[in-house]
């Protein structure tokens, strides 16, 4: 089954908060905090995103993370992929991995076609998107909205 690793969930919720602190910026501790993550698995997650070039961090008093773009700019696919890499729910869609099969097999084309489906869902929602208050039912109805995009 196709799962998103404890690290890209994270780094999400990390977005998130550094997001909603855009543009002053937000702290290590107060990301942790916010969001029960452990500070030195969080540290490393954002070291990523930083190298990413998605947030820029700052040491000493008043340091702490900032988004280099808008929430606006910033996807969960752009967030997602340099942690959890490519959309890939089967090795034959990984071009690194290939398959000689791929022509005869009669799964690709739906393999092809969710791994498609998931970008395209990752790419049209925003960081801004998370940080609008929403009822439940509005996030559903927002979820909605952009799965009909992608199809």
């Known amino acids: 089954m196709f799962r998103l690793s404890t690290k890209g969930r994270y780094a999400v919720r990390a977005m ?4 909603k602190a855009y543009p002053e910026g937000i702290t290590l501790d107060e990301i942790s905090e916010k969001q ?3 500070r030195v698995y969080l ?13 820029r961090s700052s040491r000493g008093p008043g340091g702490g993370y900032v988004l280099r773009k808008s929430p606006d700019e910033i996807t ?5 992929e340099p942690l959890e890499g490519p959309v ?3 090795s034959c869609i990984d071009p690194s991995e290939g398959c000689d099969e791929v022509d ?19 790419k049209n929602v925003k960081l801004a998107d998370l940080i609008k208050t929403m009822s439940s039912q509005e996030r559903e109805k927002f979820a909605e ?7």
């Open 16 to 19: 998130y908060e550094i997001a």
């Open 36 to 38: 029960k993550i452990s």
């Open 43 to 55: 540290a490393q997650i954002l070291n990523r995103l930083r190298q990413a070039r998605l947030i």
């Open 76 to 80: 969960l696919y752009d967030v997602l």
């Open 88 to 90: 890939c729910v089967a």
């Open 104 to 122: 005869e097999c009669v799964a690709f084309p739906i393999w092809r076609r969710l791994a498609q489906y998931i970008e395209c869902m990752l």
């Open 145 to 151: 909205s952009v799965t009909l995009k992608c199809f």
